[in-house]
């Protein structure tokens, strides 16, 4: 379970709901940081969100930051937010003999607000597309875009039902 809770985009989902405006509006930040959208970064937000739970746990003990982990993570759980789009395409793609996958990335913008755009390739085609402001945000959501077209494809293959 950790692999799939330490996961930058999952824990800065969680940091997005806490509180009515987020951990972000509670983060004391630099004024260039603030300026280039810093209170919402995915990898600021995540880290913070990891330095509250490692402070619940240093101030409470292990049952009260589990208790809290549980609460807060629960619902991500059960809808699936925490999977790792990437293994998930390509065990998927080693289970159906689809040959290695790859992914083509660009970039455009300045340094201090890139954006990444991945495009995921499954022998040699391209199931997915993502956009994200690291490379890898972007190649997870081309990867889950992946996986989606995939299943796609096997549930209109014609005598694959599952009654």
Do not use: C
Request: hydrophobic content about 40%; glycine content about 12%; proline content about 2%.
């Amino acid at each position: 379970m950790r692999a799939g809770v330490v996961n930058t985009q999952a824990l800065a989902r969680v940091a997005r709901g806490l509180t009515d405006k987020g951990l972000g509006a509670h983060l004391l930040l630099g004024r260039g940081e603030l300026k280039s959208g810093g209170a919402d970064k995915s990898s600021i937000l995540a880290d913070s969100l990891e330095a509250l739970l490692g402070a619940i746990y240093l101030q409470h003990g292990m049952d009260v930051v589990q208790d809290v982990i549980l609460r807060l993570f629960t619902e991500l759980l059960d809808e699936g937010g925490l999977l790792d789009w990437k293994t998930s395409l390509q065990e998927l793609a080693a289970a159906r003999g689809l040959g290695p996958v790859s992914y083509e990335v660009s970039s455009t913008g300045p340094d201090h607000l890139r954006e990444f755009t991945a495009v995921v390739l499954v022998m040699d085609t391209p199931y997915g597309s993502g956009i994200g402001r690291t490379k890898k945000e972007a190649e997870q959501k081309a990867a889950e875009k992946a996986v989606e077209a995939l299943a796609q494809l096997d549930s209109a293959l014609p005598g694959e039902s599952s009654e």
